[in-house]
């Protein structure tokens, strides 16, 4: 059972502009939601992440946008770099558990 | 200060065999997950080690194990590989307790022939 819906699979930017990549939850006991950027050869780093408590954060050009009705949450990348081209994750964790279940992934290209 | 380590970084074992992968935590970290990431998707949680002991479980056979050592660090152990085991197997390391930030190591690419 994918607890965590992620979409788009793969995305293409162009420099400067806004990454967006929605994701749906189902586990109403869920109460962590962190983003994980991988590059290549690399393990997950996290970048950013929100509780059911407020609505939105930001973090420089990084965004979530959490919406607890709906079970929906959202990255934006503002200002997109060539840089921030990478494999992105949202993932949901509940209580401190650690055991954390990870969305399918958003392959992103920002193109100069 | 050293993050996550894990060994080796390329692994190619044949059908049937059994392998063992290791993990360093970072530095002051005592609690160990293993994840499993098949290519082009997201991890799937294996299992995680606190005191050397099995904590919680995700839904993998009892062909995977586990041990925690008593300097933190720890081994996965799968018997009897299958073709569907390829895949990076990542190791996370964290503080026991109501934290939620996980450090990820680079993982260990496992390819059965």
Redesign the interface.
């Known amino acids: 059972q994918q607890q965590?819906k992620?979409s788009p699979q793969s995305l293409i930017v162009q420099k400067g502009g806004i990454s967006i990549i929605n994701c749906a939850y189902e586990n109403t006991a869920f109460d962590?939601f962190?983003w994980?950027q991988q590059f290549p050869?690399?393990?997950?780093?996290?970048l950013i992440?929100i509780r059911p408590d407020v609505s939105e954060k930001k973090e420089g050009r990084f965004t979530i946008s959490f919406n607890k009705s709906a079970k929906q949450f959202s990255l934006h990348i503002m200002d997109s770099q060539p840089g921030d081209s990478a494999t992105y994750?949202c993932?949901a964790?509940k209580?401190?558990?650690?055991?954390?279940?990870?969305?399918?992934?958003t392959k992103l290209q920002v193109i100069p | 200060d050293a993050g996550v380590t894990q060994s080796p970084t390329h692994l190619i074992k044949t059908r049937g065999q059994q392998v063992t992968l290791r993990c360093s935590p970072k530095s002051g970290h005592d609690t160990v997950s293993w994840y499993q990431q098949a290519l082009g998707q997201g991890p799937q949680f294996i299992f995680q080690y606190y005191e050397e002991e099995e904590r919680q479980r995700g839904n993998f056979p009892d062909r995977f194990s586990g041990h925690q050592f008593p300097n933190y660090s720890s081994e996965l152990n799968v018997n009897a590989l299958l073709l569907g085991d390829s895949a990076l197997h990542l190791c996370a390391s964290s503080l026991y307790g109501p934290q939620d930030e996980q450090y990820f190591g680079p993982g260990t690419r496992l390819t059965v022939t």
């Open positions: 965590v992620q962590y962190p994980y050869g690399k393990g997950p780093a996290l992440a994750f993932a964790s209580g401190g558990y650690q055991k954390v279940t990870f969305g399918t992934g």
